[in-house]
């Protein structure tokens, strides 16, 4: 005979705490691995899980010497959470942004590391914000331009700031800041010392160099053909540390090695000619679910940027 889960058809608040529980055990590998999390003890998650396998009527994991491993039953349910709470969550962001006072979260992300001149120019974004609507729980993080664009599509951010190399369907770009990414070595490279007219096209031919790890635009890609691409880094600070190794040569705009170039730490070279456009674009749904969020945002960037 088939089994029936005794969880009510109308699922009841404590269903809900059991599932949250249940998804942190997953997602954190294990009952130990939750502990922090969950601010519980083990044997406290243990009774969590039991109760929660009683009421389903159902297996949901292993545990014991061989770790902590998911039944197949396990990983349907889990499956099953993560559309349960992204519907609540799509439901609470809904009904957050149909009052005249907005409410909730607002969420920006960046996809790079920020220099100084745009971490000041963020901070004053952050400000009018703060000013316009400060019940609203902003959120600021990074992460890559993949999962930025997927965030946005989903309605799962407001708004992005990336490079706008390429642009994908669904999403508008709009250019903040623009500046030039030049040729560079450190003190530490053989290069550093030469004058540019000594540091032949054959020479950078042959020195180990970096790819910046993303499909750039046409300019970029023919000064990147002229290079022994041997390294990959996407963000500026990981790439900025292979360079200062002695063992690369890379691009990186003038403004986030300011401090290098001062101390000679760092030299750029052929300026005129080994360089390519970056474009920092504010990024954003085309028709996004909570568009008075968005719209406030993109107030915000251009009374900053202009």
Do not use: W
Not at 85 to 91: A, E, Q, T, V
């Amino acid at each position: 005979m088939k089994k029936h889960s005794i969880i009510p058809k109308t699922i009841t608040e404590y269903d809900l705490r059991l599932l949250r529980i249940f998804r942190t055990v997953v997602e954190n590998g294990g009952f130990a691995a939750s502990e922090t999390e969950l601010g519980v003890t083990r044997s406290t998650i243990s009774v969590h899980m039991s109760n929660l396998e009683s009421r389903m009527k159902l297996k949901l994991c292993s545990r014991g010497r061989g770790g902590f491993a998911l039944t197949e039953d396990g990983q349907a349910v889990y499956h099953a959470c993560i559309e349960l709470f992204d519907s609540l969550n799509d439901f609470s962001m809904l009904v957050s942004g149909l009052g005249e006072e907005l409410s909730g979260e607002l969420t920006l992300l960046c996809a790079d590391q920020l220099d100084n001149t745009m971490q000041k120019k963020l901070a004053e974004v952050i400000r009018y914000l703060h000013q316009k609507e400060p019940q609203l729980h902003l959120i600021l993080d990074g992460d890559s331009i993949h999962n930025i664009e997927r965030a946005l599509l989903q309605d799962k951010a407001h708004l992005g700031l990336l490079p706008s190399y390429h642009q994908i369907e669904g999403l508008n770009y709009h250019t903040i800041y623009s500046e030039p990414i030049y040729l560079c070595c450190s003190e530490h490279h053989s290069y550093f010392e030469l004058e540019d007219g000594e540091i032949t096209p054959e020479m950078l031919a042959q020195s180990p160099s970096i790819h910046p790890g993303i499909d750039i635009d046409s300019d970029g890609r023919e000064q990147l053909k002229k290079l022994n691409l041997s390294a990959k880094a996407y963000q500026f600070d990981t790439r900025k540390t292979l360079i200062l190794s002695g063992c690369y040569i890379g691009y990186l705009p003038e403004s986030y090695i300011q401090n290098e170039l001062k101390t000679k730490q760092m030299r750029i070279i052929h300026s005129d000619s080994a360089r390519y456009q970056f474009n920092l674009s504010m990024v954003f749904k085309k028709n996004p679910r909570e568009t008075h969020k968005v719209e406030l945002l993109k107030t915000a960037f251009h009374k900053v940027f202009g």
